[in-house]
């Protein structure tokens, strides 16, 4: 059971305890502040009857103690209303349902290794540092002093006898009567201990957290539609993209998105900006203040060690013992792929006509991110960028599927970097056409077609050196020595989706993708079944993810393969039914004609940041939608199935205007409330064109 919410989150049976030598714990930036929790009435556990979660940062695990003394039935039922946020509250209730008043000794085990979050992910946890313990009346506090840092953690509990790593109390229950009393437990940095989210003297509703859930609800779009499935993966979509949110110490109104739970509540570059992208008609402003903490934290010197270089996107920064930078920790640099989507993203905060003033002080963090991929990212000047890590503590594999296997032949050979991705140049592409779309529109057009002609270039040395005229697909990328890695996998579909592909290949590309080797009739597959690497239990090698599945939909969608996009589409939406309504951050990769419902992934992240942002994706995919305000075009052309009925979306926001869209059930669109100067069309927008030029200016 997880529960999230900003940089703390829970994990821990479904019963409520956090177990010893498990992975579970309450966890504080990136630190476990509580690796024990054990709650027993009369020294034997209690027998968990179920867990009622309606918040992502709230639950109510319901159990039963055993039979009372002399009886044979069950008369105390235990309630435990768990509340996730800066440390966690805890309120317990026991509730007796006999004819006798019970008398119960409740005990608490409580321990903290204040151990690192990935040493808890990967199983190598060692203590470390001096540990001590400090206990008095209805007070047990626990802390570590380790290279210089002190972290600790504080239980206060009125009523409670403390003693090391044990809180007792003593209740006597009236019959049909009920017994309360309520645990803080707040995490101490330093000596400064954190305020609670959920105070006591404050009803749960007005605190921090539920005022944020609300407000983030009421303020987004409206969706009706007839087809139950899709608007129960909708709601649980937006509501776990709003769970994922964190916020910067540093700037509190700025809200970021996550990358997923439970292991990376942080913010992510590559997975943040992807995740903006996919979920703008949500909230710009996330999208926005993604790309404004990623700013901030723009590589600026030369660190072979984190990776560091000037101008580079960061793909990590973590909370932690070291901690020192403004999000609240280390800050890792090691991704080839994230520079060139955070320009994509600006350039998408342009179309969609978020705040242009603020979008316009991030553009000297654009050129800083373009003169990285032009310098650092392509340092044997060859035109493409590619990869190789500083030092053996970096990852292998830099780009999405960075897995130390997730790049190989047809043959199987790992290919030896530095490597060149095929989706790493269209986002390249993207990024000079976003930065042209730029100039035009927030500095009066100075520059714009020298970085169309960049991407002019890029896009005929992309299509001579990646196309494989032989099987007739794009290679994944080219190695060290600049050679095809020629395995048939789903990148190519994300070159759809930047419009760095050449029109006269895209035919091939949709075909191969919509095969019955990529194709596993719940989204595409990551490699084909015919590669020899091919394994659909693992990472990036045969699974399914569906982030990616999305994407390549829009890809093909932009280049007017509508019914292979409608396919992909409704596989995912599938799978988002066939799992409650909420996607996993991946699945294996097995046939749907095989097994009748997907097969998960194991390990698989949930919520999961551009997992739950895929499903508008495909909603965008499917309404055929784009949005360009500076070429003043919205354009709508639904490919809703009939089973959906009649769709209607409110409040969508679109610069300073709310629009609603709605689609009836014979698939004819009518929008509202557009601002000035915009005209809706069915056509797609110049910015999206697949014509052998790139677009020319508004």
Known sequence: MTLIEGSSFCLSERGGDLVPGTPHGLFHRDTRILSAWQLRVDDEEVDPLTVIAQEPYEALFLGRARPRPGQSEATVLVERHRFVGAGMREDLVLRNLGTEAAACRLTLRAEADFADLFAVKEGRVELRGQYGVDYGDGVLALNRQWRGESRGVRIVAEGAVCSPGQLTFRAVVPPRGVWRASVLVTPVTDGVETPTSFPLERPVEQAGPSVRTSEWRQAGPRVQVGDEALALTLRRSCRDLGALRIFDPERPDTPVVAAGAPWFMALFGRDSILTSLMSLPLDPHLALGTAQVLARH??????????????????????????????????????????????????????????????????????????????????????????????????????WKDSWDGVNGADGRIAEPPIALAEVQGYVY???????????????????????????????????????????????????????????????????????????????????????????????????????????????????????SAIVAAGLMRYGFADHARRIAHAVLDAAAAFGGRLPELLCGFDRAEYAQPVPYPAACSPQAWASAAPLLVLRVLLGAEVCLPHGVVRVSPLLPRGFGALRLTGVPLGEARVTLTVSEDGHPEVTGLPDGVRLTDTPCPCTAVDAEPPGSP
């Open 298 to 399: 723009q590589g600026s010197a030369v660190d072979p060690v984190t990776e560091e270089e000037p101008g580079r996107i960061p793909h990590e920064l973590r909370f932690g013992v070291e901690a020192s930078l403004a999000l609240g920790g280390t800050v890792y640099y090691g991704t080839v792929d994230a520079t060139p989507l955070f320009v994509m993203l600006l350039g998408e905060l342009c179309r969609w006509g978020v705040d242009p003033d603020a979008v316009r002080e991030l553009l000297p963090h654009a050129d800083r991110a373009l003169a990285w991929i032009e310098e650092y990212g392509d340092r044997d000047g060859d035109g493409f960028v590619e990869y190789r890590r500083a030092t053996d503590r970096g990852l292998a594999n830099q780009g």
């Open 430 to 548: 993207a990024a000079y056409l976003a930065r042209a779309l730029l100039a035009e529109r927030l500095e009066g057009g100075s520059g714009a077609e020298r970085w169309r002609k960049r991407a002019r270039e890029l896009k005929q040395r992309f299509n001579e050196r990646f196309w494989l005229p032989g099987p007739g697909w794009y290679a994944e990328a080219l190695d060290g020595d600049k050679r095809p890695v020629d395995a048939l996998a789903s990148n190519m579909g994300h070159c759809l989706w930047t419009g760095i592909v050449d029109a006269g290949r895209a035919a091939a590309v949709a075909e191969h993708l919509l095969s019955p080797q990529l194709f596993s009739g719940w989204g595409v597959r990551t490699l084909a079944t015919s590669m020899a690497a091919y394994n659909p239990m693992s990472y990036h090698n045969g699974s399914v993810w569906p982030h990616d």
